[in-house]
T-cell receptor
Framework: GEEVAQTPKHLVRGEGQKAKLYCAPIKGHSYVFWYQQVLKNEFKFLISFQNENVFDETGMPKERFSAKCLPNSPCSLEIQATKLEDSAVYFC?????????????FGQGTRLTVV | AQSVTQLGSHVSVSEGALVLLRCNYSSSVPPYLFWYVQYPNQGLQLLLKYTSAATLVKGINGFEAEFKKSETSFHLTKPSAHMSDAAEYFCAVSDSWGSYIPTFGRGTSLIVHP
């Protein structure tokens, strides 16, 4: 598609439950990024993929967070045993770096509320 | 390593006044620089970008930014604020060599008074 599609738009989970978020990058983009935005503040980088390979995961809290980008499937971000502090908007972005196109294109985000 | 500092978490201007949002960056390699805007409950929309061509970059909605290497700055300006410009603005830097992962500043909330 021509835009990054994130589903669902809203997700409510009880503390300790699992949450799974999906992202379909723009067709032809080989890089996918996940960011966490808490309280409209900074965008915390979580993880990036180059195609289906993890490119950089320095921002991932590895104990409970995992992510995948498999061929012919939306990328996913999964949080096992959610905590209240995981409440945030999770943004996915994709890019296809070249001389002319260097920016990341963002989806509308998934708002996760942990209660 | 790269980083972005946005001075001022809130900027308040009157409608019709000049808008100036400040951004300073740190990068060990030639950077790509971006300004994004986020309207309430929306994702990020690219306003403009610097990719080592012209140092004065014009973007959408009348915004522009000037890359100043000596000052490591990329401040965003608009000559005349409009009510519809009220939003959160994020400056970002990415590595021109390799990682392409944008690093964001903490954002500046632009408030426009009638």
């Amino acid at each position: 598609g021509e835009e990054v599609a994130q589903t669902p738009k809203h997700l409510v989970r009880g503390e300790g439950q699992k949450a799974k978020l999906y992202c379909a990058p723009i067709k032809g983009h080989s890089y996918v990024f996940w960011y966490q935005q808490v309280l409209k503040n900074e965008f915390k980088f979580l993880i990036s993929f180059q195609n289906e390979n993890v490119f950089d995961e320095t921002g991932m809290p590895k104990e409970r967070f995992s992510a995948k980008c498999l061929p012919n499937s939306p990328c996913s971000l999964e949080i096992q045993a959610t905590k209240l502090e995981d409440s945030a908007v999770y943004f996915c972005a994709s890019s296809q770096p070249s001389q002319r196109n260097t920016e990341a294109f963002f989806g509308q985000g998934t708002r996760l509320t942990v209660v | 390593a790269q980083s972005v500092t946005q001075l001022g978490s809130h900027v308040s201007v009157s409608e019709g006044a000049l808008v100036l949002l400040r951004c300073n960056y740190s990068s060990s390699v030639p950077p790509y620089l971006f300004w994004y805007v986020q309207y309430p409950n929306q994702g990020l929309q690219l306003l403009l970008k610097y990719t080592s061509a012209a140092t004065l970059v014009k973007g959408i909605n009348g915004f522009e930014a000037e890359f100043k290497k000596s000052e490591t700055s990329f401040h965003l300006t608009k000559p005349s604020a409009h009510m519809s410009d009220a939003a959160e603005y994020f400056c970002a830097v990415s590595d021109s060599w390799g990682s392409y992962i944008p690093t964001f500043g903490r954002g500046t909330s632009l408030i426009v008074h009638p």
